[in-house]
């Protein structure tokens, strides 16, 4: 298993674009997290996945934001209409269901920025 | 709502020096984890060290310790031996034991910067 990846790793679109970006979850880690983070912040928490149910959403994931985790593997998250305010990294992490004092395994991010 | 702050916006330690980064929480639990990641630019989050609030030593790995006082919701890093490798943002992170979902409320970061 070669950890978490995350693809693609930059994007660049013009505002009003649907992107989608793809996380490769480690193969045994139920749950899997999505995480906005822009310039000069710490990441926040966007939704999170245990095997194939998504659990929990943030207020930050608007309604122009989908994400997907058909039978619990790899996940999708899709924006719609993009709006300049969208570009950030997003970085998916997985980690075991029984969680307990361990972090989180994260992916090295999809950049993206809305022109 | 739990938060978490890193008042450094941004450090410098020359090589071979110790450089503590702090980090403070507001929280009314009082069982939870806290976590320092390490971002290097362009790379991946990486666990650097984690501690639990029930346990009373500090955690220390290898270079890597912390200075944890609950009753002053206070979390700081210690790096002994800095090494320009090292050079990196940190974030420290706080995780709920209550919440089931395991999710991470992460601090602004602290860039910290390694003079050789």
Redesign the interface.
Same mark, same amino acid.
């Given at each position: 298993d070669t950890g978490v990846s995350q693809n693609p790793r930059h994007k660049i679109t013009k505002r009003g674009q649907n992107v989608t970006f793809r996380c490769d979850p480690i193969s045994e880690h139920n749950r899997l997290y999505w995480y906005r983070q822009t310039l000069g912040q710490g990441p926040e928490f966007l939704t999170y996945f245990q095997n194939e149910a998504q659990l929990e959403k943030s207020r930050l994931l608007s309604d122009r934001f989908s994400a997907e985790r058909p039978k619990g593997s790899f996940s999708t998250l899709e924006i719609q209409r993009t709006e300049q305010g969208d570009s950030a990294m997003y970085l998916c992490a997985s980690s075991p269901i029984w969680g307990g004092p361990y972090g989180y395994t994260f992916g090295s991010g999809t950049r993206l920025t809305v022109v | 709502a739990q938060t $978490?702050t %890193?008042s450094q916006?941004e450090m410098s330690v020359q090589e071979a020096e110790t450089v503590t980064l702090s980090c403070t929480y507001d929280t009314s639990e009082s069982d939870y984890?806290l @976590?320092w /990641?390490k971002q290097p630019p362009? &790379? %991946?989050?990486? =666990?650097v060290i &984690?501690q639990?609030a029930y346990k009373q030593q500090n955690a220390t790995e290898n270079r890597f310790s912390v200075n944890f006082q609950k009753a002053a919701k206070s979390f700081s890093l210690k790096i002994s031996d800095s090494q320009l490798g090292d050079a990196a943002m940190y @974030?420290c *992170?706080y &995780?709920s034991s209550m919440e /089931?979902?395991?999710? =991470? $409320? @992460?601090? *602004?970061?602290t860039i910290l910067r390694v003079k050789s």
């Open positions: - | $978490v %890193q916006p984890y @976590f /990641y362009s &790379r %991946q989050m990486i =666990l &984690r639990e @974030f *992170a &995780r /089931y979902g395991n999710k =991470l $409320v @992460f601090g *602004a970061g």
